[in-house]
């Protein structure tokens, strides 16, 4: 059996990782909420509803990583009272998301200028959750743009799951629309994401450089 060596880059030895046998490749699983980066040649792999995953790597040095994220639920009746905040927390989380994922490939030997970006998710896969699914791709569209950052690919919107695999190192992306669930393991988590981030302010002092 393969022996796991410790994830190259510190700060994810919570992340599930193991080795595929049938692609020789050590392969990190993300749940929503999680990010992980590697400079080694690894695959990270998430399974997405109406969460955003962005794959993001330098195109130079290889070092890159994907993130697993859900703007936070604004309900109706924020909205019609202007609550503005509410809003503002949410694009904060948001933010935090991509920032963290970010600066962390540029603490290990990434240049902003060389990030190279490929977006999926944003699926309409849970009715009760409105149009998450829609403001979730539109804040990832936005925030590309707004830093300037190369959009290489995406597959966003829709009404069905994906399952993503992404290699940082060489910054292959493969993508499969999961048409027939046989359980409802991403809705069951999404769902349990959003009632854990409804609401929350989340604070961050990240700038990126």
Known sequence: MQQL?????????????????????????ILPGEFYVTNEDEMITTVLGSCIAA???????GVGGMNHFMLPETSKQQLEDGIEAVVGNATRYGNYAMEHLINTILQNGGQ???LQVKLFGGGKVIPTMGTVGERNVKFALDYVDAE?????SHDLGDNYPRNVQYFPK????????VKNLHDQTVVQQEIKYSTTIKDTAVESDIELF
């Open 5 to 29: 060596t410790k994830p190259s880059i510190s700060g994810f030895t919570e992340i599930k990782r193991y080795w595929n046998k049938e692609k020789k490749i050590i392969v990190a699983k």
């Open 55 to 61: 794959c993001i790597r330098d195109k130079v040095t």
């Open 112 to 114: 902003r200028k060389n």
């Open 148 to 152: 300037g950052l190369e959009l290489v």
């Open 170 to 177: 060489t910054g292959k992306a493969m993508m499969k629309k």
